[in-house]
């Protein structure tokens, strides 16, 4: 390798033109709907001073009209924000940014207009004119775009700079001949809420929209909050009706009628804007006050005498004492959601819920080998419930604690397990094809090759490191002895470095054998490395009394020797279940023969490792000095070698070894589990549980006590000590481990879970479609936990708990938003005109364009029941008891007519808004040639969302009082299928038919 030293000098020279510091007032203007706080930057371009004081004046000037023409365009924007750009206009405003590109182009169409013949008269008669860069077209969608690329933002924290390019600065005499013409790039700094307001709105779009699945595995969205509220009301009515009700006489013939889930979902609407604005409609509480009370008392008078404790007749004046509502029957029918009396104390939805579930206290029966049989399950993807059949039916039926019957329901074989339903079963392949995907879950595991995995892994280190050289590298250039020559007419012409390796070599020693070592954590690899480098400094000069080219050469040299060494370490089987401190055969073969005759321990493990660290097979010094010369030659520094050896210090890899014949160990390994796994079976012993112990557990969930019975079986089956004979043996009893470690994982994950339902800390029925393994059978406590959830009433959720709080700089003091949409209250019943709503208006039409005579339909309701009474007999995993499934789809589609958020300033010296508005209608731009162009249109805030709500109750043979089954009674008449007459034709110019429609969804 040859480098040349280059004799170089770099001198800097500093001369710039020193610009008298100007001081310029500062103006604070606060202007429309927005406050404002103004930063100035410009360059400095190398001009007249007098000259550059002129257009300084300018560029004062311009900043404070700049400043103010983007108020009145950001004031523009926030409410007419287009969010479906026109066709022509897609190359200038980009549909995924329109808001930011609209108000880019408003702010250049301000500017233009504001600086049009705009000029500064100075002292002496001279001036300076500011004009704005050049849009020749306003009309033109390629001017457009040019114009838009004018203007740049930049917005943080409430905080938003703005930048106009190319602003021009032309400078007069008094005669008016032209001094100089500069452009300058000039910055505001605007303080605004704009930004603020429309994520704010986007998002809040975006929260209704997001469905049930996603939300509950975000724990936030319009599906989440719908889920609280509509799950544990399905609950309650399902589970009065299962335990309470007469057979005979059902309390609800229909469990999710569309009036009870408009109430839902309008009260799960104000809880979205709670969550994203951070607070809600301020009328809120008084529109949901009549439809919640209806509600409330439909479903007293189904089920629950709510009569003693609630005047429903009285409230229902009070709310509307000025609209001749003598009783809640009037205030029903009229349908009225707008009250004008005062709020009186109501009946809360906690009550509702309890009052549903009250009564309940029939004992059950918690089943432990369930449980076993899943952690069994899980340690070979081959094994199915038909093998588990084959292997238990028999000896577990030998027992007195198995009797056929339970045998039969437990493997599917019971009468009592089919379908007893006329009508449609193919809503019946989604909800048993989920119950059979759980334990497909759970046989998908493999935990068996994991332990064996787990077992033959080496976690290989790097330890013991160490470099030498013996001496420097490049040795200093020589020099010419000036007795020797005329070094007066020698110049040095070049200074070369030059690296040879002279030789190379590496040893490894493998360790192969035990020994007398029983541990598992050793040395398994050491290595010595040694490369011999040779370093010369060349240099030549030229003799200047001739024209030759190099005269002179001369060098010098040095070799260096450099020495490395190190060693891999291995930890056999790092961290298992069990203790495992000595095993009498780790390299060498030996111990118990296991499945296949001499046992395989980790005999390869120092090949394997090697390989692992190289990346290739190293067996001998030959194939390390072989692999270390394929580096690379030129070793300079200790870094080098370090890098030529992998000289790796952070090197830790864990290298999974490859057992002779896999499968049969693994065979030989289940079979020991279904001994133990059956013996464990016939040992759990049941618990005894009452059914509101199971729903709301304390202080700990009942199945706890299967916990303490495992722990008592694990004692006898996995060795305690920690003494193996080789790898087989470890495996064996690290399976056994990992066997009941999954029996106490499975128990535990359900109490927990269980016990979380009854404090409040988790919502069942948001886990329940995300993670339908952990969850099934704690599915019958989901109303107890969201009960939890809704904070403890209807008239508390719909309490305003104050503004929101925008973070922006102490310039703009706080700022508070509030939220107001019309209409308020979405119904799904009736539609609304303009005399009830101010805000409707046909699609696409302006403020001043009113049709008295145009509905509006705000919200459309729909369900589909599954299955319908007596729903669908299964054995969900694990089958704590006989259970019925039915289930419900909900759909839910909404419109409003208009949406808008304030942001008010908390200075009290200012009583400004800034108003962001969403509602259907055209969008134009005022261009500063005095005309129009069509931006695009706003559209109008819409969501579609919706549930599939599962219900499971005790199976008749479990609880044999009450009514049962669960699900709508379709044969009393029950749609099983039914839509509001909103349904399908939201929004404005509604012409639907006022009737509720079946079969729709």
């Known amino acids: 390798m040859t480098r040349n030293r280059l004799r170089t000098i770099t001198i800097a020279d500093d001369d710039r033109a020193r610009v008298p510091f100007a001081v310029i007032g ?10 404002v706080a103004t930063l100035q930057t410009r360059s400095n371009p190398e001009i007249d001073d007098s000259t550059e004081v002129a257009v300084d004046r300018g560029e004062a000037y311009a900043t404070s009209v700049i400043r103010q023409a983007t108020v009145r365009a950001t004031d523009t924007v926030v409410q007419s924000p287009v969010t479906t750009v026109a066709s022509d206009m897609t190359g200038v405003l980009d549909p995924d940014d329109a808001f930011r590109d609209q108000t880019r182009l408003t702010i250049m169409a301000e500017v233009t207009a504001a600086l049009e013949g705009r000029k500064q008269e100075l002292s002496e008669g001279r001036t300076v004119a500011v004009s704005a860069p050049e849009v020749d077209d306003w009309s033109d969608p390629d001017e457009l775009e040019t114009a838009v690329g004018y203007v740049e933002l930049e917005e943080e924290d409430g905080i938003m700079d703005v930048t106009i390019s190319d602003v021009e600065f032309t400078v007069r005499d008094a005669d008016g001949e032209v001094e100089t013409t500069v452009t300058r790039d000039v910055t505001v700094s605007v303080g605004t809420t704009m930004m603020e307001l429309h994520d704010r709105v986007e998002e809040y779009e975006s929260y209704l929209n997001e469905g049930m699945i996603d939300s509950i595995q975000n724990r936030s969205g319009y599906g989440y909050d719908l889920a609280k509220r509509l799950w544990p009301l399905a609950w309650g009515k399902a589970y009065y009706d299962r335990l309470v009700s007469n057979p005979g006489d059902r309390a609800f013939e229909n469990v999710t009628p569309n009036d009870h889930v408009e109430v839902m979902a309008n009260d799960a609407r104000f809880t979205a804007q709670q969550e994203v604005f951070g607070t809600q409609d301020d009328y809120g509480n008084r529109v949901m006050a009549g439809p919640f009370l209806c509600m409330a008392y439909d479903l007293s008078d189904s089920a629950l005498d709510l009569g003693d404790t609630y005047d429903f007749d009285g409230i229902a004046d009070k709310l509307h004492p000025d609209d001749n509502v003598s009783s809640v029957d009037d205030l029903c029918a009229e349908g009225l959601v707008s009250p004008d009396g005062e709020l009186p104390t109501m009946p809360t939805l906690e009550e509702l819920i309890m009052g549903l579930l009250d009564n309940v206290d029939k004992s059950g029966t918690i089943q432990g080998h369930p449980f076993a049989d899943v952690a069994l399950q899980e340690m070979d993807a081959d094994l199915s419930q038909n093998d588990l059949k084959s292997d238990m039916w028999g000896p577990l039926n030998e027992t007195s604690r198995f009797t056929e019957d339970y045998l039969e329901d437990y493997f599917g074989e019971s009468e009592r397990s089919r379908v007893d339903y006329e009508g449609d079963l193919d809503g019946l392949q989604d909800i048993t094809g989920a119950f059979d995907d759980i334990r497909e879950n759970a046989i998908n595991i493999n935990g068996t090759n994991d332990v064996i995995d787990d077992v033959y892994t080496v976690r290989s280190e790097f330890v013991d490191g160490s470099i030498t050289r013996d001496g420097g590298t490049h040795p200093l250039p020589p020099e010419l002895d000036s007795d020797e ?22 040893s490894i020693e493998k360790r192969t054998t035990d020994g007398s070592d029983t541990s598992l954590d050793r040395s398994l690899v050491s290595f010595e490395f040694k490369v011999e480098m040779r370093y010369t400094t060349e240099r030549d000069w030229n003799y200047t009394n001739t024209n030759s080219s190099t005269d002179l050469t001369k060098s010098k040299s040095r070799t260096t020797t450099y020495t490395g060494s190190y060693e891999l370490h291995g930890e056999f089987a790092p961290g298992l279940e069990v203790s495992s401190n000595r095993v009498d055969h780790v390299l060498n073969s030996g111990g118990q ?10 005999d390869d493990a120092a090949d394997d490792v090697t390989e692992s660290f190289f990346g290739e097979r190293v067996d001998d010094d030959t194939d390390l000095t072989s692999w270390l010369r394929t580096r690379e030659s030129d070793i300079e520094s200790y870094s080098d070698f370090r890098d030529a050896i992998k000289y790796e210090t952070s090197y830790r890899e864990d290298v999974v070894l490859s057992p002779n014949d896999r499968g049969r160990l693994h065979s030989w390994i289940m079979n020991d589990l279904r001994d133990v796994h059956l013996e464990t079976i016939k040992e759990i012993e049941p618990v005894e549980a009452e059914i509101m112990d199971i729903l709301n557990p304390s202080p700990e969930s009942p199945m706890r006590e299967i916990e303490n019975h495992v722990r008592g079986i694990e004692i006898r089956y996995v060795n305690g000590t920690s003494d193996f004979e080789n790898a087989p043996d470890l495996a064996r009893m690290e399976a056994r481990q990992v066997y009941f470690d999954n029996i106490r994982k499975y128990v535990d994950s359900m109490a927990a879970e269980h016990e979380q ?21 704690e599915i019958i406590n989901g109303p107890m936990d969201l009960l939890d959830e ?45 005399t009830e709503v101010p805000a409707v208006r046909a699609a696409g039409d302006g403020p001043l364009e009113i049709d008295e005579d145009m509905d509006f339909a705000p919200m459309g309701a729909a369900y589909d029941n599954k299955i319908g009474l007596p729903g669908f007999p299964l054995l969900p995993w694990p089958p704590l008891f006989y259970l019925q499934v039915d289930a419900w789809e909900i759909q839910i589609e909404g419109e409003y007519a208009r949406f808008e958020v ?13 108003t962001y508005i969403r509602e259907d209608k055209d969008v134009t731009l005022e261009t500063p040639d005095g005309g129009e162009h069509k931006l695009g249109s706003i559209d109008p805030i819409k969501y579609e969302n919706g549930q599939t709500i599962l219900v499971i109750v005790p199976a008749p043979q479990f609880l ?32 639907g038919d006022p009737e509720p429609e079946e079969g729709c969804l």
């Open 26 to 35: 500062v103006l604070l203007l606060v202007s429309s709907v927005t406050i």
């Open 485 to 506: 020559y005329d070094t007066e007419n020698y110049t040095i012409e070049e200074t070369r470095e030059l690296t040879s390796r002279i030789d190379t070599n590496a």
């Open 593 to 602: 023969s296991g499945p296949i005759g001499t046992a395989t321990n980790w």
């Open 757 to 777: 339902i009854a404090q409040g800390r988790e919502n069942l029925m948001n886990d329940l479609l995300g993670n339908f393994l952990d969850d099934v059978n």
């Open 790 to 834: 809704i904070l403890g009433s209807g008239e508390e959720l719909l309490q305003d708990e104050g503004g929101a709080s925008v973070d922006t700089p102490e310039v703009l003091n706080n700022v508070n938003i509030e939220v107001d949409g019309s209409p308020t209250y979405h119904s799904s019943q009736v539609a609304v005109n303009r």
């Open 902 to 914: 304030q942001a008010t300033s908390g200075d009290p010296s200012v009583t400004d808004t800034t």
């Open 960 to 991: 044999p009082k009450g009514a049962p089954g669960v699900g709508d009674n379709q044969r009393a008449g029950a749609p099983a299928n039914l839509c509001s007459p909103l349904w399908g034709d939201i929004g404005s110019d509604f012409t």
